[in-house]
């Protein structure tokens, strides 16, 4: 079967960093994404990885390695305002989206 | 006004109320989905629609009956539903020659069905 694995909750203190990891195994892979989704609010888009290595967007950063199945989300100098659930999904061979069940990140001042 | 629209965002129904959801994108794309998401579990992919037409059901009971009466709306009517039934429905919409995978979320209709 096709299956995400993600953390389901993380701490991590205001002005630090935090990395997200995302492990994956399915059926084929046509891309990684990672998505934010705020309690009450729509899930937007954060990044999209399907070359190896390291994409950087601002605080955001998106790493993945396809032979080990994984990838990782590093948030720097978190702020308050990154406190949000983090959705791990890959495209499969069928261009079909399979989702991790997301990573609640509660942010401490 | 913002990409994508549901309405209304909470509803409270019992097991034989039948109602609807309704999702609207104002961004021009072309294919349109129902999404459930359940407390700590992943997304659930519940219908597809491609140019109105749909193109995924992944065997989802009769009891939620989508309609696309055109690209920008997108209905799931509901009858008859269990409690388990109860989640938060997400509309998303993506546009085919954009990068796949790339969905433009609402923000939700809160089910509780009693």
């Known amino acids: 079967g096709q299956n995400i694995d993600q953390p389901t909750e993380m701490t991590a203190t205001e002005g630090a960093i935090v990395q997200i990891n995302c492990t994956y195994q399915?059926?084929?892979?046509?891309?990684l994404f990672w998505y934010q989704q705020h309690a009450g609010e729509a899930p937007t888009f954060l990044s999209y990885n399907v070359l190896d290595g390291l994409e950087e967007k601002g605080r955001f950063s998106s790493f993945l390695s396809r032979s080990k199945g994984y990838s990782y989300l590093l948030l720097k100098e978190l702020q308050m305002k990154d406190s949000a659930s983090y959705l791990c999904?890959?495209?499969?061979?069928?261009?079909?989206?399979?989702w991790g069940a997301g990573t609640k990140l509660i942010i401490k001042p | 006004e913002t990409g994508v629209t549901q309405t209304p965002r909470h509803l409270v129904m019992g097991m034989t109320n039948k109602k609807s959801l309704k999702c609207e994108q104002h961004?021009?794309?072309?294919?349109m989905y129902w999404y459930k998401q359940s407390a700590k579990k992943p997304l659930e992919l519940m219908f597809v629609?491609?140019?109105?037409?749909?193109?995924e059901n992944n065997s989802v009971p009769s009891r939620f009956s989508p309609e696309c009466p055109n690209s920008s709306h997108l209905f799931l009517h509901l009858h008859t539903l269990q409690p388990e039934d109860s989640a938060l429905y997400l509309c998303?919409?993506?546009?085919?020659?954009?990068?796949?995978?790339?969905?433009?979320f609402g923000e939700g209709s809160r089910l509780t069905v009693l």
């Open positions: 961004l021009g794309h072309n294919a």
């Open positions: 998303a919409s993506s546009q085919e020659h954009s990068t796949p995978g790339e969905l433009f």
């Open positions: 399915t059926s084929g892979f046509n891309g």
């Open positions: 629609y491609n140019f109105k037409e749909q193109t």
């Open positions: 999904a890959v495209l499969d061979s069928n261009y079909q989206l399979i």
